[in-house]
C-alpha cells in the first residue's frame, strides 16, 4: 500500500480515533502524513543582495550592470570564475555559485553555438576563431589570423546561398572561395555583443537581420545588405 493510500484509509477514520493511533496502525510515519507540499522551488531562496568588504550591501541588479560592465571591456570574454575573482578584486564578497546563477539568468555565459550547414559541415564559434568539423572527421581552424588581437567569435550563419559568416568582436566576415572576407558596413553595430551576449541573428537572402537585448539594455534591431 501506498503512502497516499495510507493517508486515505488515516482521513476515513479520523474523528472515531485518536489521529496518532491511526497513524500507528497503518504503519505511516507522521511526518509522511503531515507533510504538505509547496509550490515553487525547493530550499532556500536565493539572495537578493551581496556585501562588500566595507560593510555595504548591494543589490543583485548592481552586481549585473558590473558584470556587464566587466564583459564590455575591450578583449573580454570571460566565464564566471574569472568574472568572480574580478568582483571580488572590486571588494565584491560573492561566491562563483551566484556570479553562475546572476549571469545564466541575465545570459551572460560565455556559451558556444554549433551550426551545421548545408555540407553537413558543422561550424563552431569560439573564443580563438572558428572551428570546422567536416563530414570525413577532419578539423579545420578559420579566422586565427589576421583578424585582431581579439579572436572571439559568437556566431556563424549559412544564407540561401550557401554562403557563410562569422560574427565576433573582430567584427563581420564572408567565406568566399576557402578565404574570408571582412564586411566593413557592419562594424558600427558591433557595440551590440558588448557586454551582452543574447544576441539573435539570421540571413533571408541577401539581408542579414540582427536583434540584440538585455535586461538593462534597450533592444536594438537592425537589417543590414550583404552582396
Not at 562563483?96 to 555540407?119: A, N, Q, V, W
Not at 574570408?180 to 557595440?191: A, G, P, Q, T, Y
Request: charged fraction near 25%; glycine fraction near 6%.
Amino acid at each position: 500500500m501506498s503512502v497516499t493510500d495510507k493517508r486515505i484509509c488515516v482521513a476515513n477514520f479520523i474523528g472515531q480515533h485518536k489521529t496518532s493511533s491511526l497513524i500507528r496502525w497503518s504503519s505511516l510515519s507522521a511526518s509522511s502524513y503531515y507533510y504538505q507540499s509547496k509550490l515553487g522551488k525547493r530550499g532556500r531562496s536565493p539572495s537578493s543582495h551581496t556585501l562588500l568588504t566595507d560593510g555595504n550591501i548591494i543589490s543583485n541588479e548592481s552586481i549585473v550592470i558590473a558584470i556587464r560592465f566587466i564583459l564590455a571591456e575591450e578583449f573580454v570574454c570571460f566565464g564566471y570564475d574569472k568574472i568572480t575573482d574580478d568582483l571580488r578584486a572590486n571588494q565584491f564578497i560573492i561566491n562563483p555559485k551566484k556570479t553562475y546563477r546572476l549571469m545564466k539568468e541575465h545570459k551572460l555565459l560565455c556559451g558556444f553555438r554549433i551550426t551545421e550547414d548545408s555540407k553537413n559541415k558543422l561550424w563552431l564559434a569560439t573564443f580563438n576563431g572558428v572551428t570546422c568539423l567536416q563530414p570525413d572527421g577532419e578539423i579545420t581552424n578559420h579566422l586565427k589570423e589576421n583578424v585582431g588581437p581579439n579572436k572571439f567569435f559568437t556566431h556563424v550563419v549559412e544564407d540561401y546561398k550557401n554562403r557563410i559568416y562569422a560574427m565576433g568582436f573582430a567584427g563581420l566576415y564572408i567565406q568566399k572561395n576557402e578565404s574570408w572576407e571582412k564586411i566593413d558596413s557592419v562594424n558600427r553595430f558591433l557595440f551590440a555583443l558588448k557586454g551582452n551576449r543574447d544576441t539573435t541573428w539570421f540571413m533571408k537572402e541577401d539581408e542579414l537581420f540582427i536583434t540584440t537585448s538585455a535586461d538593462s539594455i534597450k533592444p536594438i534591431f537592425f537589417a543590414l545588405t550583404v552582396h
